[in-house]
Every structure is written in structure tokens, then in C-alpha cells.
């Protein structure tokens, strides 16, 4: 388990939070739960309800849709961000390639968040823009190999 300060030191370098006052991370990140889930573990299923963001603390989750995988996250990277923000089913399943520690933020968590500190919408935003960027670049290279 982290400390409050590990988990302010962690949570410090994670992109969408990077830019926020100290004292606001550690109110955040007292409210996060801390999660471990065994190898081969489902967080999360694709078209099941999502209310929550996971942060990785450590191991690797795949995030997959059928038998196409879309990304592994590693320490230090979030995922499931899209469904906290538009109340949609979730678009993937995220699975756990071995044991993993995660943060997890709740809708209720971030959007009080966001109320105190707008600034940290921006970074979500920035952060999933990142993200569709990049996916667009994997579906630009798949479309030059063919």
C-alpha cells in the first residue's frame, strides 16, 4: 500500500494531474481507492456501466475489444477515463496480464474535483486527445501496410 506521500509522489507525475496544486493531490488522492487484482483478473467488461478511472500502480492491463487488443497500460498510466465523462457502457474490457495495484477515481470523486480545480478537465482532455492521436497513427499505419 502507498503512503500518502508515495501516493502523492505517484500520482504527481500522471499526466492529467501534473499540473495541480499539491494540496489538492493529496485530498484526491485520500479519497482513491488502492485496488490489486490477481493475473488474468477483468476490471472491467466492454458494454458493462463504468463510474470510475484506474490509475496503474504496477503490472500491465491489456484493454482489448473481442480478440483485437488496443493497448497495454504500465505503471503510471490511466485508463477507462472515457466512461466517467459521457455515461455510455463501457467500449472495451480491461484485463490484468499479471498481478497489478491501481488507484481507482470515481465519477463522484473527479467531478467534485473538477468543481474545486477546473484546470483538471483540460488535462483529461489533453490526455484523451493524446490518446485518439495516437490511435488514429496505429489506424494510419495498419491502412499504409495493407
Do not use: W
Not at 478511472?53 to 490511466?78: C, M, N, W, Y
Not at 490511435?135 to 495493407?146: F, G, P, Q, V
Amino acid at each position: 500500500m502507498l503512503t500518502s506521500v508515495d501516493r502523492l509522489l505517484f500520482v504527481r507525475r500522471i499526466p492529467i494531474f501534473e499540473e495541480l496544486r499539491d494540496d489538492f493531490i493529496v485530498r484526491l488522492t485520500s479519497v482513491m481507492d488502492e485496488l490489486r487484482f490477481p493475473a488474468n483478473h477483468t476490471i472491467f467488461r466492454q458494454g458493462e456501466e463504468g463510474r470510475s478511472l484506474f490509475i496503474v500502480i504496477s503490472g500491465r492491463i491489456k484493454v482489448h475489444i473481442e480478440d483485437r487488443q488496443l493497448a497495454v497500460f504500465t505503471k503510471g498510466e490511466s485508463f477507462g477515463e472515457m466512461a466517467i465523462f459521457d455515461a455510455q457502457p463501457r467500449s472495451a474490457t480491461a484485463i490484468t496480464l499479471e498481478p497489478c495495484e491501481c488507484l481507482e477515481l470515481t465519477q463522484e470523486q473527479l467531478y467534485e474535483a473538477i468543481e474545486e480545480t477546473p484546470e483538471i478537465s483540460l488535462n483529461i482532455i489533453r490526455a484523451l486527445s493524446r490518446r485518439v492521436r495516437n490511435l488514429n497513427d496505429a489506424i494510419n499505419e495498419l491502412s499504409i501496410n495493407d
